[in-house]
């Protein structure tokens, strides 16, 4: 269970939130995700979080558990099930449709819409990380992106700082507003400490993306400035 008070679900709440989105898997979205989670609540916001389909799980007393969902819910300052928070725990650490069909399960939006609506009315916005990049399979027909579409949330861009980033980075932006989806900023992760021209490749995505909401290094728990909470707390409390 996560830290802080349990909250009595609210009678139409406003859904407010944004979702955490990669330009590849590996690229530190967990943890940024959960930088931002820390960072809404230090503004005096109570934050949800939820992982809608996790590849890749480990055995706990409590049964199988993602790892990126218990940190995600270490960082939260409100309670709820997991089974809320992570609706699709899958075993193996492939592609969410591959996993998903080897046993037996099947990615429903209608399921994620019921879990994201149980979160929100719980807490003033919630923080979705979906799996791997923009355009990751969760079943036949469907993508996580459909869920950031599907939930109407703003899209906040992870992206990993390594030879590369510049066209994941531009591709995936321009995926998310061809799908539909507010495009909320981005944040750095200094993934590759050897980075080469890394102040350059800064200025070309900043003049693409905008400037980042932050950059931070790979590794430790150093918060986000205060600055970065301001901007992120603006944006999911941002009419829509």
Sequence with gaps: ???GPSREPRAQAVSRGLFITGTDTGVGKTRVACLIVRALAGTGLSVAV??????GSIATPEGPRSEDALALIAASNVRAPYEEVNPYCLAAPVSPHIAAREQGVRVEPARLAECFRRLAARADCVVVEGAGGWR???NEHGFIADAATMLGLPV??????RLGCLNHALLTHEAVRRDGAAFAGWIGNAVDPAFERRAENLATLTQYLGAPIACVDHGGDTPLPGSAGARLRAL?????
Excluded: E, H
């Design 1 to 3: 269970m996560s830290r």
């Design 50 to 55: 939820m992982k809608p389909v996790a590849a």
């Design 136 to 138: 990751v399979p969760v």
């Design 156 to 161: 906040l861009l992870v992206v990993g700082l």
């Design 236 to 240: 999911v409390q941002a009419p829509r």
